[in-house]
């Protein structure tokens, strides 16, 4: 394959779209139910946490128009990269402002790159979406989230994973998260995510050479981030998140960070062995 943009995918460079949501009170009461906060807890008009926006402002597809991994079609909503495989990658977020319940708001989501390239594991493409939320024009969070499209797997082969790095061992702070199959599920319903290596055991394994279901990225993130913003004071203004190893359904891991300094929080997720599977570099004020 080429490392040369064919010009269909350099038209797809710049083009918006605008996704309006209602943050509503019911919407709200479930996500904190599967956060394992009690729903009744938030009232309309309630601040939200600043990363919450992330939960929000799903791409709603026509039944119809869902591909057989459980994403939306190539070209439906994103631009149609000729590799079968999807995941995400990292975000750089700035936080302006929070969401209140009750609010009604907008996501701009742009195609700002678009990035063919051979990699380690094999031809891949990175795509970057810049998402702007914004509440009566005031820009309320910039999220650039990176999602990385791959070859398929040959047949009986795995899917290829980096070389385990060590989690830090001084962590400040530490909190365990078992990764059950409800938890990725809930997850995956609120965010409207479909896709079939979270919940489909046969298909992760058959078609995307996994040895099981595998934990969604963001779920992994939000997780990372509630447990960074209990442990710090401050308000969080923006993150930096990278997912370095996949995690599977059903494992526990460790969400860890170290102490604040000058507003700075670094902190990540270990498996059960230890590896490092996921960084966050956090800015609060």
């Not at 605008?18 to 599967?34: N, P, T």
């Not at 791409?59 to 909503?77: E, L, M, T, W």
């Not at 499209?149 to 830090?168: C, D, L, N, Q």
């Not at 997850?187 to 078609?207: F, G, M, V």
Request: charged share 20%; hydrophobic share 40%.
């Amino acid at each position: 394959m080429s490392e040369t943009l064919s010009p269909e995918l350099q038209s797809w460079v710049g083009r918006t779209r605008v996704v309006e949501e209602d943050v509503g009170l019911a919407a709200v009461r479930r996500i904190a139910g599967m956060l394992d906060l009690d729903p009744a807890g938030f009232r309309n008009g309630d601040p939200l946490p600043p990363h919450w926006f992330t939960l929000f402002f799903a791409d709603s597809a026509r039944q119809s128009d869902i591909g057989p991994d459980g994403h939306p079609k190539p070209a439906v909503f994103l631009p149609p990269i000729p590799l079968p495989r999807r995941m995400g990658a990292g975000r750089r977020v700035t936080i302006h402002d929070v969401l209140r319940i009750g609010d009604v708001a907008s996501k701009t989501a742009e195609v700002a790159a678009i990035l063919p390239k051979q990699a380690r594991t094999g031809f891949i493409t990175v795509l970057t979406m810049r998402h702007t939320i914004r509440r009566n024009g005031a820009v309320i969070a910039v999220d650039e989230f990176d999602a990385i499209y791959r070859e398929a797997v040959k047949p009986g082969e795995k899917s290829g994973t980096g070389a385990p790095v060590p989690a830090p061992a001084d962590a400040a702070w530490t909190v365990e998260k078992h990764l059950s199959s409800p938890l990725v599920f809930r997850y995956s319903a609120i965010t409207w995510n479909a896709h079939r290596i979270h919940y489909d055991a046969d298909y992760a394994r058959q078609e995307e050479g996994y040895p099981a279901t595998v934990q969604n990225g963001g779920l992994t993130m939000q997780l990372l981030l509630d447990a960074a913003v209990a442990n710090t004071p401050g308000t969080l203004r923006g993150f930096t998140a990278r997912l370095t190893r996949p995690i599977y359904v059903g494992d526990t891991i460790t969400l860890a960070g170290h102490a604040p300094k000058d507003g700075k929080v670094n902190a990540w997720v270990q498996d059960k062995n230890g590896n490092l599977c996921a960084q966050l570099d956090c800015e609060f004020s």
